[in-house]
């Protein structure tokens, strides 16, 4: 998962990953990790390769 996010497109998927709240769900934000490497067929994360979910669904009010 390093290397993959290493080279990852931040502008795209880090913008994907953002708007997601993650209230306190490492283990969830890692596993979208690992799928996300996994997707990719080099070494570059793209937002095409985050979940259908969270590139699709309106981001939740983050707590403040």
Same mark, same amino acid.
Request: hydrophobic fraction near 45%.
């Given at each position: 998962?390093? =290397? +993959?996010? =290493?080279? /990852?497109?931040?502008? !795209? %998927?880090? !913008?994907?990953?953002? %708007?997601? %709240?993650?209230?306190?769900?490492? /283990? !969830?934000? &890692? #596993?979208?990790?690992?799928? %996300? +490497?996994?997707? =990719? $067929?080099?070494?570059?994360?793209?937002?095409?390769? +985050? *979940?259908? &979910?969270?590139? #699709? =669904? *309106?981001?939740?009010?983050? $707590?403040?």
């Amino acid at each position: 998962v390093k =290397a +993959c996010l =290493a080279a /990852a497109r931040w502008k !795209e %998927a880090v !913008e994907v990953l953002r %708007a997601h %709240a993650w209230p306190g769900n490492l /283990a !969830e934000l &890692y #596993q979208v990790l690992q799928d %996300a +490497c996994a997707r =990719a $067929p080099g070494d570059r994360i793209e937002a095409s390769h +985050c *979940p259908f &979910y969270l590139r #699709q =669904a *309106p981001a939740p009010p983050r $707590p403040r």
